[in-house]
C-alpha cells in the first residue's frame, strides 16, 4: 500500500526556516516524480515545487528562491526547505506523486495538484509573530 507520512511543520515567526519531511512507503521513489503543494483555508490547492524523477524541478514564483525541494532515494523520503518564511506561506502543506509511466515530467512539471495521483495526510506551517 503506498502511504506518504509528512511532518516538519509547526509554528514559526516571519523571516523564520522549517523543514518539511515526506517519508514513502510501499512504493520507491525512484520511479516518481513528486511534489509539494499547499493549501490555506477558503483556497485552492497549488503546486509549490515538484521534482522530476530525473531531477528536473519546476518552483512557484511565489516561493521561488526562498524553498527548495529534495529527495533521497535511500531513506524513501521528500524534503521541503522553507526558508525567509512569509505568514502568507501559512497552509497545509502536502506531498505527493505520479508514476513516471503514468505521466511524464512534461506534463506534470506544472506542478498541477491534479495531475499527481498519490497524497499524504499533510503538516500543517503557521507563520506568524
Known amino acids: 500500500q503506498l502511504q506518504f507520512v509528512e511532518s516538519g511543520g509547526g509554528l514559526v515567526q516571519p523571516g523564520g526556516s522549517l523543514r518539511l519531511s515526506c517519508v514513502a512507503s510501499?512504493?520507491?521513489?525512484?520511479?516518481?516524480?513528486i511534489g509539494w503543494f499547499r493549501q490555506a483555508p477558503g483556497k485552492e490547492r497549488e503546486g509549490v515545487s515538484c521534482?522530476?524523477?530525473?531531477?528536473?524541478?519546476s518552483t512557484a514564483d511565489s516561493v521561488k528562491g526562498r524553498f527548495t525541494i529534495s529527495r533521497d532515494n535511500v531513506a524513501n523520503t521528500v524534503y521541503l526547505q522553507m526558508d525567509s518564511l512569509k505568514p502568507e506561506d501559512k497552509a497545509r502543506y502536502y506531498c505527493?506523486?505520479?508514476?513516471?509511466?503514468?505521466?511524464?515530467?512534461?506534463?506534470?512539471?506544472?506542478?498541477?495538484?491534479?495531475?499527481?495521483?498519490?497524497w499524504g495526510q499533510g503538516t500543517q506551517v503557521t507563520v506568524s509573530s
Open positions: 505527493a506523486a505520479v508514476h513516471v509511466t503514468h505521466s511524464a515530467w512534461p506534463i506534470v512539471s506544472s506542478c498541477a495538484h491534479n495531475r499527481y495521483d498519490y
Open positions: 510501499g512504493f520507491s521513489l525512484d520511479y516518481y516524480h
Open positions: 521534482l522530476s524523477s530525473g531531477d528536473s524541478t
